[in-house]
């Protein structure tokens, strides 16, 4: 069976041939641009060849009542999933065969009547489907064969199917844009005649032959050119049809954005998502693009085959808040019923966290950030090291979120530095850490080389990365990296096994020990060192420090580490708090915010996959130095804060503090 063919000409009089979308659009209200959104929700179904009763619950009243509580600036619904199957009456095709009611023409009303954008959601690489019924279109794996869910980015799907059925249901609905999922995340290295033709060279089959590193980037550039066409094409003819495709320069494609997408987005998941979002964030937040990211309204039990265990409101506006700090837009996802139905329950939940969301939203929307520490994230070592086209990466980059978590534990405010943009920011922070990546490579190392010398305070972590500076900082290195068990001195002997390199100090000033058995008395090692390079310094951790915390959060790991930093960054608001008070400092409209996020209790487990409760912490104490500010205000309690004078320092106090406040001090 192939899909019939359409042309530009029939694409050219779709808006004509929909009296539907027409109908819809009769004197609609404003809609927010993607780059002016806040809130948002998504819904996705998947449609497949098995659904019977798609879009038979979808009702206006229903789609009113939920718009009208949650209050969305957009709503991205489902139109095409992985199974390929389209989820509207379509000329382009393939329509799921249980399509009851058109579920996105109700949408585009309703939605058109509040001046909501409506986005869809649409499968882009991963089309099964059209796999099937042309095995020509597949991706080819090592071994030859095809695979049976990808398509081949170098092949004719883009042209042949996915820019029509993009076309169309842009036309047909007055549709605002499209979330294209199953992208980067689901392709991987194409074996197919067209890539071994253009590659050149004798193609390796895996990581062990020649010319390895060049076939990965031979086919991630091969991606960037199916994006940009496909976005071109849809925007030749629909130019204000607005375009994400999921996860592209974020953490999974840590690259600088070149693409013609309009935004990036994301959509986090598993347990400790809070930590997943941090790291998420801070990377989008560096990228100069308009961006947010989608928390899973439901938690999949990995530990178990239980299924979706649904969120409470408190667990997700505590997630929230880790978006919307760092100014990104937020979006809840929720799976109605095969037949479009969302329970009343789920309902509530989203307009409670909508309340919540705009609740913050003139101190955190359109804010910059105040550079204090920076952690610098590697595109350089995972594209060298792990395989992959894309991520996500997995445990790779978790020493970049072991370090950033640790930092936050100590109530610091954090930023994520990409490589690629080190050079341009590093002068900006006080404080810049490079976490144990493996080959960060010579660009970053100099980067960082002239950043301490000019006066900075630089701390590099890892077995490897201790010989890219050991000449600069006069250390020797003993042999080569081993995994070592390891204990670090905390408030108990923190462990830290993993790969360590041992280090002679030479001119090097040891700043802590760590050793081989739970016995501090004899038998240190180097731990830490530190050394004067130009008019900064530089302390060195030859060993898996930000891998380790992102494994264990022990209190021991986060206080050798606090160690090391304390003593050599001030920061430009001291906060006395619990370790789960996550601090974010920003600025807007001349005003210094001063986000306190409290993520006591936040979940962690699968065996305990949601969070009913979080409790109160305070008082939280801040400093903000010896210039008494104009004012302190708290939002969104809207009070101010008294100010008092201790130790030369003005200060003020929040007895109690909830889920998400801001201190706005005006100077």
Known sequence: MKFPAITRRQLGALAGAFPAAARSMQNPKPRLRRAESYFGLHFDLHPNEQDTVLGRDVTPEMVGALLDAAKPDFVQYDSKGHPGWLGWPSQVGPSAPGIVKDSLEIWRAETAKRGVALYIHFSGVWDSEAVRRHPEWARVRPDDKPEPNQTSTFGPYADRLMIPQLREAAAKYSLDGAWVDGECWATNPDYCDAAVRGFGKAVPRSAKDPHWLEWLEFNREQFRRYVRHYVDEVHKTNPQFQIASNWLYSTFVPEEPSLPVDFLSGDYLGNASISTARLEARY?????????????????????????????????KQEAGVVLAQSGGFQIYYVPSRAGHFEESHVRTMAEVGRHCRSVQRVSQKTETVPQIGVVFSKETLYRTTNKLFGGWGKASDPARGWLDLLLACNWSVDVLPDWKLERIAAQYPFIVLPD??????????????YARAGGRLLVSGAKNALLFVQEMGVRLNGTPSEQPCFVRGEVLGNAKGLWQDIEPGSAKVLAERFPVMDSRSGGRPAAVASTVGNGEIVLVPGPIGSVYAATHAEAVRQFGESLVAPRFTPLVRVAAPPTVEVVLRRKEGQLLVHLLNTTNMQVAGDYSTTEYVPPVGPVRLSLGRQKPGAVRLVPEDRGLVLSQRNGEWTTEIPTLGMHSVAVVRS
């Open 437 to 450: 990546w493996a080959e960060p490579g010579e660009p970053v190392k100099q980067t960082l080389l002239g």
């Open 284 to 316: 989008l937040a560096q990228t100069g693009k308009p961006w947010d990211l989608m928390a899973w309204g439901f938690q999949q039990a990995q530990s178990n085959s239980i299924g979706h265990v649904h969120k409470p409101a408190v667990q997700l």
